[in-house]
């Protein structure tokens, strides 16, 4: 299977020629034992009822294909929000590269972190040897001004001990004594990227509010006029985070971002490797202690994290993933209320642009039914706007909601006649979501770049939103959050509903009656 060097073929190309046929096939036929096709048809079929879905939602011992990736994952999303701060997990480098590919392909950007390449040794006498010598070649080969120490499995279930393994790295003089490592528990075989993001920000709040992991005094808060914000795990932190930024210098609010990954995930080509770049200051971490109060944009995020920072006096709120005119009225009506400040008129006309444009497109989304899978303050946010514009989310399925999101989901639902024949459905994986794209026949399906295969499985077409998004490229720069990201997510389902429309209407003199200039 000679190429020619003049003119190199691409996987598009190459594996459409005839020799690549017939090996395939010759494959297939002579080591793959197919069941003859009549077979294969007649389960597909059956693999598409309700008798099917009945089977498929009654197992218990098997996940497929969850939506949902594992703790130390947020872990790293939340440290790399923190200034010149380098991720340190204590476990496997097959692991690590697993978060720092995760987040390169999504961000499209290089994604530092590094492992204490545990291995067999390790996983019968303990990790201790790699995290002493690990902390200290971190420290001096990349230079940090902190490093975030979360677990993986093997770490979790061997039993290491990461506040011991730190001081003796510090007492064998691995790094100063002073400097600064901040630690989470973040076993992979539980919870989800949302817990990992929770346990590792809570610790690193905890390493500096509550006196570096017990080695210092306790701060002593001074209360002023500041608030502190909390994204969450959030795959558009790079827009969304400029937006929120944006949307607080109009209203002329004080603020700290509690991990700001805006900048390490979208580096300028300047010629200038930048290894770290922005995120919040370790002395602004240390200070948002004083803070009246913290605003967390995803309430399921940081289930630990605000009752940490309310025991400490401040006033709390959580949203769910605000996306649309509601939402994110009440967050803007929440800073106000918070910082004691008026809401700026400019911000009431990007409000009104909003209605306006949503009444511009309501008769192409309203009565659409929706099937929507992500993370649950996502899925939350998603579905409530999807509502907001005469949209119907049948199907709202959360892997990593519990039975108080499905409840409060349910809720939702109970406010608008939109939500009158929706069921959210915590704990399911997207297996279960297959089933359900064929008995409840929705329109649209909103998800992650996972959602492709449904989409070739099932013919319901795939509006992404979510993370990660691998097959398409920028979508993190763009916020959905705040009423110009609502725009942004209108936009976004209306150009699908109209590809979609164009594709099924274009037949010449059968079905182009409908393929129209005007939309």
């Known amino acids: 299977m000679p190429q020619d060097a003049d003119q190199v073929k691409d996987h ?14 010759k494959k297939r036929s002579e080591f793959e034992n197919p069941h003859p096709d009549a077979e294969i048809e007649r389960v597909k079929e059956w693999a598409k009822t309700e008798e099917y879905k009945d089977l498929n939602f009654s197992r218990e011992a098997l996940t497929i294909n969850p939506a949902k990736a594992c703790q130390p994952l947020g872990a790293v999303f939340a440290a790399v929000g923190f200034e010149s701060t380098l991720p340190f997990v204590h476990g496997s480098q097959g692991c690590v590269a697993y978060y720092r590919s995760h987040f390169s392909r999504h961000f499209k950007e290089p994604t530092s972190c590094v492992s204490s390449s545990m291995t067999e040794d390790a996983a019968v006498f303990g990790g201790l040897t790699n995290m002493v010598d690990g902390l200290a070649n971190a420290y001096n080969m990349y230079k940090p001004k902190m490093i975030a120490v979360s677990t993986t499995c093997m770490a979790e279930v061997i039993g290491d001990d990461l506040n011991a393994f730190i001081k003796t790295a510090k007492e064998k003089e691995s790094l100063p004594e002073e400097f600064d490592v901040p630690f989470a528990h973040t076993p992979a075989f539980v919870g989800s990227h949302i817990t990992g993001y929770d346990n590792a920000m809570k610790g690193i709040l905890e390493h500096f509010w509550d006196g570096k992991a017990k080695t210092a005094p306790k701060l002593e808060r001074v209360p002023n006029g500041s608030i502190n914000f909390l994204n969450g795990f959030d795959g558009y932190a790079v827009g969304n985070l400029r937006e929120v930024k944006r949307i607080f210098d109009m209203m002329q609010v004080e603020y700290t971002i509690l991990g700001d990954q805006s900048d390490v995930w979208d580096t300028p080509t300047d010629g200038t490797f930048r290894m770290y770049d922005g995120g919040t200051t370790l002395e602004d971490a240390a200070n948002a202690i004083h803070a009246k109060g913290t605003i967390s944009m995803q309430e399921y995020c940081t289930e630990k994290t605000l009752p940490f920072i309310a025991a400490h006096g401040q006033e709390t709120a959580a949203f769910n993933h605000p996306i649309g005119i509601e939402a994110t009225d009440s967050f ?10 008026e809401i ?158 164009d594709a099924t209407t274009n037949v010449p003199s059968k079905t182009d009656y409908s393929y129209d200039i005007i939309r």
């Not at 190309?13 to 690549?20: A, K, M, N, Q, S």
């Not at 803007?332 to 400040?341: F, K, P, S, T």
């Not at 329109?443 to 070739?456: A, P, Q, S, V």
């Not at 099932?458 to 979508?475: N, Y």
């Open 332 to 341: 803007v009506m929440e800073v106000a209320r918070m910082a004691g400040v």
């Open 12 to 25: 598009f190309e190459l594996f459409r020629g005839d020799e690549y046929k017939d090996m395939l096939a």
């Open 344 to 501: 700026p008129d400019e911000l009431a006309k990007e409000r009104g642009r909003l209605v306006d444009a949503i009444a511009d497109s309501n008769a192409h989304i309203h009565g659409k039914k929706f099937a929507i899978y992500g993370d649950p303050d996502l899925a939350y946010g998603l579905a409530k706007f999807v509502m907001e514009l005469g949209g119907e989310p049948v199907v709202v399925l959360s892997t990593n909601g519990g039975k108080a999101w499905a409840a409060k989901m349910q809720e939702l639902f109970d406010s608008s006649p939109f939500g009158a024949n929706c069921k959210a459905y915590p704990g399911k994986d997207l297996w279960h979501m297959r089933s359900l794209l064929f008995t409840e026949a929705p329109d649209f399906l909103i998800g992650n770049t996972y959602g492709k295969y449904l989409e070739r499985d099932t013919g319901v077409p795939l509006i992404r939103i979510g993370f990660p998004i691998f097959d398409r490229h920028h979508k993190h720069r763009y916020p959905v959050w705040g009423y110009q990201g609502g725009l942004n997510v209108l936009v976004t389902i209306l150009d699908r509903i109209f590809e979609h429309m």
